[in-house]
C-alpha cells in the first residue's frame, strides 16, 4: 500500500513541475495519469448521456451522444474535470420500431446508471454530474436523483441538461430559418454540423417528412405521445442547417 501511495506522489509531482496537459476523457489517462486527474479535478467526473435512436434519414445514431460528450469536453477543457466514455443507455422505448435502435430494459437502465455511478465514486470521484441531451431521459434522471437518498452514499450526483442563456437563444433565433422542431431539426443538426460533421448527410433532410402527424390527441399523456406525433422520429426541418 506504501508503495502505491509513494507511486502517487512521484505522478502528481512530475505532472506539476513538467506542465503536462491530463487529458480529460476518462478512458484516454493511464492509470498513473488518472491520480493526478482525480486530484486536479477535485473529485468531478461528467457522464455525458444520451440514446441510440433514429434521427430523420440525415443524421447517426448516435447524435445525441456525440453531443452530450462534446459539451462535457468542452467545459471540462475550461474547468478541468473528467469525463466519462460514451454512455449511451437510456429511456428510449418509443424508439423501438425505428432501425437501429438500443432500448434496455428499464430495471438494467436503473441498475447501468447506479452501478455506473458508484464505480466512479470507488475511483475517488464524489461528485458526479449526468450532462443529458436525450428528452426521453429527463424524468429518468430526475427521479434517479431524487431517490438518491434512499441508501447512505459518499458521493452526490447532479442531473444536468444543457441549456442556453436568454441572450444566446435570442441569438440562435435570429440565426435560425425555421420555428418548430425539437429533434434532428435546424438546430440538432447544426450542432452534429459543428460535432461530427463527416456523419451529416444533410442532403437527406427532406426524404421524410419532420411535421407533426397528430396521430393521436395533443392531451392523451401516453406513453407513444411523442411517436404519435413524429412517427418518423424527426421534427422539425433540417435542409438550412449549418455548421455556424
Same mark, same amino acid.
Given at each position: /500500500?506504501?508503495?502505491?501511495?509513494?507511486?502517487? =506522489?512521484?505522478?502528481?509531482?512530475?505532472?506539476?513541475?513538467?506542465?503536462? +496537459?491530463? @487529458?480529460?476523457?476518462?478512458?484516454?489517462?493511464?492509470?498513473?495519469?488518472?491520480? =493526478?486527474?482525480?486530484? #486536479?479535478?477535485?473529485?468531478?467526473? !461528467?457522464?455525458?448521456?444520451?440514446?441510440?435512436?433514429?434521427?430523420?434519414?440525415?443524421? @447517426?445514431?448516435? &447524435?445525441?451522444?456525440?453531443?452530450? *460528450?462534446?459539451?462535457? *469536453? $468542452?467545459?471540462?477543457?475550461?474547468?478541468?474535470?473528467?469525463?466519462?466514455?460514451?454512455?449511451?443507455?437510456?429511456?428510449?422505448?418509443?424508439?423501438?420500431?425505428?432501425?437501429?435502435? !438500443?432500448?434496455?430494459?428499464?430495471?438494467?437502465?436503473? %441498475?447501468?446508471?447506479?452501478?455506473?455511478? $458508484?464505480? !466512479?465514486?470507488?475511483?475517488?470521484?464524489? +461528485?458526479?454530474?449526468?450532462?443529458? &441531451?436525450?428528452?426521453?431521459?429527463?424524468?429518468?434522471?430526475?427521479?434517479?436523483?431524487?431517490?438518491? @437518498?434512499?441508501?447512505? #452514499?459518499?458521493?452526490?450526483?447532479?442531473?444536468?441538461?444543457?441549456?442556453?442563456?436568454?441572450?444566446?437563444?435570442? #441569438?440562435?433565433?435570429? /440565426?435560425? %430559418?425555421? &420555428?418548430?422542431?425539437?429533434?434532428?431539426?435546424?438546430?440538432?443538426?447544426?450542432? /452534429?454540423?459543428?460535432?461530427?460533421?463527416?456523419?451529416? %448527410? !444533410?442532403?437527406?433532410?427532406?426524404?421524410?417528412?419532420? =411535421?407533426?402527424?397528430?396521430?393521436? @390527441?395533443?392531451?392523451?399523456?401516453?406513453? /407513444?405521445?411523442?411517436?404519435?406525433?413524429?412517427?418518423?422520429?424527426?421534427?422539425?426541418?433540417?435542409?438550412?442547417?449549418?455548421?455556424?
Amino acid at each position: /500500500m506504501k508503495s502505491v501511495f509513494v507511486l502517487s =506522489a512521484i505522478v502528481l509531482f512530475s505532472f506539476s513541475v513538467h506542465g503536462q +496537459k491530463i @487529458p480529460v476523457a476518462w478512458e484516454e489517462l493511464t492509470a498513473s495519469e488518472f491520480v =493526478a486527474a482525480a486530484k #486536479k479535478s477535485e473529485g468531478v467526473c !461528467i457522464v455525458p448521456l444520451g440514446v441510440i435512436e433514429k434521427h430523420g434519414q440525415h443524421l @447517426p445514431l448516435g &447524435t445525441d451522444v456525440y453531443t452530450a *460528450r462534446e459539451i462535457s *469536453r $468542452r467545459a471540462a477543457e475550461k474547468e478541468y474535470c473528467i469525463v466519462y466514455p460514451y454512455f449511451f443507455m437510456g429511456q428510449n422505448f418509443i424508439a423501438m420500431p425505428q432501425p437501429g435502435t !438500443i432500448a434496455y430494459t428499464s430495471e438494467l437502465l436503473f %441498475k447501468l446508471l447506479d452501478e455506473t455511478c $458508484r464505480e !466512479i465514486a470507488r475511483n475517488g470521484m464524489k +461528485k458526479i454530474i449526468l450532462v443529458n &441531451t436525450h428528452g426521453g431521459n429527463d424524468n429518468f434522471l430526475k427521479y434517479f436523483c431524487q431517490i438518491q @437518498p434512499e441508501s447512505p #452514499k459518499d458521493y452526490v450526483v447532479y442531473a444536468v441538461k444543457p441549456e442556453v442563456d436568454e441572450a444566446t437563444d435570442k #441569438k440562435i433565433k435570429e /440565426m435560425r %430559418k425555421t &420555428t418548430t422542431g425539437g429533434h434532428a431539426d435546424e438546430v440538432e443538426a447544426s450542432s /452534429m454540423l459543428a460535432v461530427r460533421p463527416d456523419l451529416v %448527410k !444533410i442532403d437527406r433532410a427532406t426524404s421524410e417528412s419532420g =411535421a407533426n402527424q397528430k396521430l393521436l @390527441p395533443l392531451g392523451d399523456l401516453t406513453g /407513444m405521445r411523442w411517436y404519435g406525433q413524429y412517427p418518423n422520429h424527426y421534427a422539425g426541418d433540417a435542409k438550412d442547417a449549418t455548421a455556424t
